[in-house]
DNA sequence: TGAATTTGAGAAATCGATTTCCTAAATGTG
DNA sequence: CACATTTAGGAAATCGATTTCTCAAATTCA
C-alpha cells in the first residue's frame, strides 16, 4: 500500500489536518513544525494522491485536446502537433495535465465534448480548427465552460479563438521584398474562394497601394496549390510582357513548382526573381534555394492558447473574445543571395520511429 | 451544482447502492429496476463523476505518453505524431484516457516517470524512444510498472519495448524489385555506424544471396543523409562500370537527391532505374517519379503499443517481453510504370493550421 | 495577576462513488 | 404448512485528501 497522509499523521505525530496544511502553505502552522512534517514526508516518500485531492478540490487539473485524429494526419497538417506541443509546454508549468481526445468525424465533436463538460473530466477545453462545428461553439458558450479554439471559426460565434493574422502574412511578405528592392511582385496559387489566401493577398495588395507600386492584373494568378499547377502558372508569368522581379507563393508546394520553372528558364534566383511563400513545412528545407518564408508560429499560438485558457479558468469573470498572433518571418536565400541570409538551420527528419 | 448519484437514489426510491450496482450492471437487480432506475439518470441528465469513481476504484483510465518535445519537433520527426494517433485510437476504445507528458531534455525522464509512478497519476506508461534510458529501464522493471517501450533501446535490458524491424524491411525493398525483373541492385545513402542502415543493408543482402544475385562492392555507397551528399554518390553510382538497374535509397532526402541526379542523365523511371526508399514522408508525395517505400506501419506500431500496455493492465502476470511489427510496401511508380501503380492517393498538407 | 487575545493543532464532516455485509421478503421444498 | 433457500435492495464503511469549526495553550495587555 502507499503511504498515505494519515501515515504521515502518525509517524509526525500530528493529525492529518495538520499535514495537510504544510502541503498547503496554510499560515497558521509554524515554521518548526513544517519542518518536522516536511521531514517525516520525505523520509516516508510520502507523494498526496492527486485523485483524492483533485476529487476533494473538484478539479482535475487537466485540460482536454480535440481534435480529428486520423493515421497520417501528420502528413496532412504538420502544423497539429506543433500547436500541441505548445500546449504542453504551458500546461506543464502550471502542473496541468494536457489529453488528447481525438474524434474521427465532425459529426462526433458535440457529444464528445458534452461528455467532458457532464463528467467534469477536465479544467478546459481546447477546440482544434478540425472539430469545431456552430453547434459546438454554442455549447461551450451556453454551458460557460473555460475553452478556447483554435482558429478562428468561419462563422459568427461569440466563441473564444485565437488565430493568426493572415492579412499581415500578406503585409510582411510584400514588404520584405520591397525592402529587397523588388517592385514588380507577383502572387501566385489559391483560389478565389480560399479565405486565407484572400487575406494574404489583400495584405500584399495593401502594401503595394501604400508604397504606390502597380500590381497588374496578369501577376495575380489562381489555381490549385499542386506543384504542377504552379508550374504553369509560373511559366505563364515568365511569358509576360513585363516580367515580375519577385513572386509570393501561397505555400511550400505552390513555390516548389514556382522554382522548378524558374530553374527551367534558367533564371537566378533571387537576382533575377525573388520567391517567398507562406508556412513552413520540412519541405522548404531541401528547396534549392531554400525559400523565405512567413510561417505561422504555431507552437508559440499553442502557448498562448493555454495560457489564455488558464487565465481563463483562474479568473470566470474574465471576457477575452478572440486574439490574433503575428506571423514570422524566416529570411532564407530565395531573397537574400548567400551570405546575407539569416537561415534558420534546418533539421532533416530523423528515420527512426 | 451537478447531479449526484445521491439525487439519483431519492428520485428513483432506492439507495445510492442500488444505483452505483445499476451501474456497474450487478446480477442482483432485476430488469426491472434497472430499466426505472436508468430512466430517472436519463431524465435528471446524470452522469458519474468520474474522478470519485476512480478513485474509489484506485485507477486512473490514464494512460502517459512520456516524450522529448520540443518547438518544431514535427519537423525534426513526422512520426511522433501518428504513433501517438494510434495509441490514442485503442485507449479511446476502451475508454482510457490519453495524456502527453514531455520532456525537454533526456535528464529529465526519469524524474518524471518517478513522479508519475509515486503519485499514481496513471495505469500505464508508454514511453518513446526520445525519452528512454538505462536507468528509466531498470526503474519500470523494478516497479512493476506496467509500461511499453516505442523503440529497441540501444542498450540491453529486460524491458517490454515495440519497434519495427529493418532487417525485414531490407528484405522487403530487395524483394519486390527482384520481383519487378530488377538484377543490378545499388544500396545509397546510410553511415557504416547506423545500425538501422546496417540491418536493412543486411535485409537486402539477405535476399541477394539468395536470389544468387551479385552486389558488387561499389553498388554500396555510404554517405550522409542529405540530398546533396546522395547527388554525388548517384552520380558515381551511374558511372560504374557495370550501370545498376535499381537503387534503394536510405530515405526520401536521400532518394530526392537521386532522382535529381538520374534526371541530370536523362534516364527513365523505373525503365532505365527503378528506385525505392524507406519511410514515407510527406516529401514524397511531390517528388517525381513518385517513389515506391517501404514504410514503418507507426500508426498500427502506435495501436499495437497501446493494445499491448492494456493487456498487461489487466493481467500483470503477463510477460510480453518485446513485439515487431511488419513493414508495409506502398508501391508508386518509381518501381512500376504508371498505370500499374497502387499508389496511395497522396493527401498535400493543409495550410489552415 | 487576571482577563483578553492570539496561535497552533485536532476532531469531524465532506466529496461521490463502490463494496461488503446484512436483512426482509419472496419463493421453493418436503 | 413449516422451514430452507433465493432474491432484492439497503445501511454503513471506505477511499485519501481538504476544510471548517472548536478549543486548549500560549501570549499579550491592562
Redesign the interface.
Known sequence: M?VTIKDVAREANVSPSTVSKVMNHSPSIPERTVKHVQEVMERL?Y??????R??VRKT?R?IAFVTR??????????????????V??VL?RKDY??????IHDLSESMATVE?II????ADGIVVH?SATTRDLTNLLIESKFPHIL??KPNFESQVCWI??NNFISGQIAARHLCECGFKKIAFLGGTREDK?FTQRLNGFLSVMAEKGLNVPDEFIQYGD???ECSFGLMNKLLACSVRPDAVIC????VA?GAIRSIHQHSLKMPEDIALIC??N???S??MDPMPTVVD?N??D?GMQAATLLLRKIKNPELQVQTFTTLPVLKIRSSTRPCGTASAAP????????
Not at 485524429?69 to 502528413?75: D, K, M, N, S
Not at 501561397?250 to 508546394?253: F, H, I, L, S
Not at 534546418?346 to 520511429?353: C, L, R, T, V, Y
Open positions: 502507499a516518500h507523494f498526496p494522491n492527486l485523485q483524492a483533485n476529487f482535475t487537466n485524429l486520423e493515421p497520417h494526419i501528420a502528413f496532412a497538417n504538420p502544423h497539429m502537433f506543433d500547436i500541441l506541443c505548445g504542453q509546454e506543464a495535465n494536457l489529453s488528447i481526445v481525438g461528455r457532464a463528467q467534469k473530466s480548427g483554435i482558429g488565430d493568426t486565407i496549390t499542386s506543384s501561397e505555400d511550400n508546394t516548389f507562406f508556412d513545412y520540412p519541405l528545407e531541401i505561422i504555431v507552437n499560438m534546418g533539421k532533416k527528419p530523423a528515420k527512426n520511429i
